[in-house]
């Protein structure tokens, strides 16, 4: 499909934040949360915020899926900063921004101070596209010349442990470090057409399954989801009782008292919709009720930080097995200088 055009970036806010999940080898690293400077950089932070959702469909160039899912770390140069974002050929070669192709650069008012900065790569003047970087330390070289529109607010110790991976001579770690999922802090889906297109997909089976006045479910499921595509504020509570309502709902789906279990491809189609948009809902409530924790708890971050250091104790305990290299394509010198 093609690209949608790009929304108007007036209207994400001063602190949009969006998220990266990071698996190094065969083990779940752990979640990015970055904070865009929208205010500063509104195009590019737009770029990334949709690079991140994957709303934007394919793109004009490319002709790929115009997200980040899936994207390798392809260049570490240790104590300087980590590359990704080449969602088309995954060494530093390709991607593509959401506007088509590169865009100008914007505004270099925010300079790379300090480690977490997020920084867009390029091959020199106006040529920005998908593919961007994460500093470990100041980097005052890389100002007036790479746009930096981020900054990591939680999980820099991920991209440290990534940092940490061993590479070979092209700078490109020996176990895979890669996105496995990405998207909008606080957002119910990570596109509307998607919820969309599978409330309407539940309403159409479930009418040629059951009489109409039996459909009220499905019709309630799309408003529901139209709804928190606006970004509207959920009190804990009531997430709670959601989340509690959805598990029902998923028991039941799964042939749990009530309801009979699928006898028929249709039937099965129906009840895989149904789970899926039961699981999409509790991550999008656990997310948001993580964020209220971030903005009203002080101590939110040492906690957390004590609860990641707890887990990798345990791991070091009960070591598992360990992807030890992954196969890489020969690739052009990076677009990033090398900083040492």
Do not use: W
């Amino acid at each position: 499909a093609a690209s949608s055009s790009p929304k108007n970036t007036g209207q994400m806010g001063p602190k949009s934040r969006v998220y990266l999940d990071i698996a190094i080898g065969n083990r779940t690293g752990g979640r990015v949360i970055i904070e865009l400077f929208s205010d500063v950089t509104p195009r590019t932070a737009e770029n990334f915020r949709g690079l991140c959702t994957g709303e934007y469909g394919s793109g004009k160039t490319t002709k790929k899926k115009l997200s980040y899912e899936g994207c390798d770390i392809f260049r570490s140069v240790k104590g300087f900063m980590l590359q990704t974002g080449d969602f088309q050929f995954n060494n530093g070669d390709g991607g593509e921004s959401i506007y088509g192709g590169k865009f100008n650069d914007e505004d270099f008012s925010r300079r790379h101070t300090q480690a977490g900065i997020v920084s867009m790569a390029n091959n020199g003047r106006n040529s920005n596209g998908s593919q961007f970087f994460i500093t470990l330390k100041r980097s005052q070289q890389l100002d007036n010349k790479h746009i930096a529109f981020g900054q990591v607010v939680e999980g820099m110790d991920v991209i440290r442990a990534c940092a940490q991976v061993p590479t070979d001579r092209d700078e490109r770690p020996r176990v895979q470090c890669k996105i496995v999922g990405c998207g909008e802090v606080g957002k119910a889906v990570h596109s509307h057409s998607l919820a969309t297109q599978m409330s309407e997909q539940i309403e159409e089976m479930q009418e040629e399954m059951v009489p109409k006045e039996k459909v009220n479910a499905a019709a309630a499921g799309r408003a529901i989801l139209a709804g928190k595509q606006g970004g509207a504020a959920v009190d804990e509570e009531s997430t709670k009782g959601r989340r509690s309502n959805d598990k029902e709902d998923e028991e039941q789906a799964i042939g749990g008292t009530g309801v009979a279990p699928a006898r028929n491809e249709r039937e099965r189609k129906l009840l895989e919709l149904r789970l899926k948009m039961n699981a999409g809902r509790n991550a999008n409530s656990k997310e948001v009720v993580e964020e209220q924790k971030r903005d009203t708890d002080p101590a939110y971050a040492k906690k957390q930080a004590e609860q990641r250091f707890k887990r990798k104790q345990e791991k070091e305990e009960n070591p598992d097995g360990e992807d030890d290299g992954i196969s890489e394509k020969k690739k052009k010198p990076g677009s990033v200088p090398n900083g040492k």
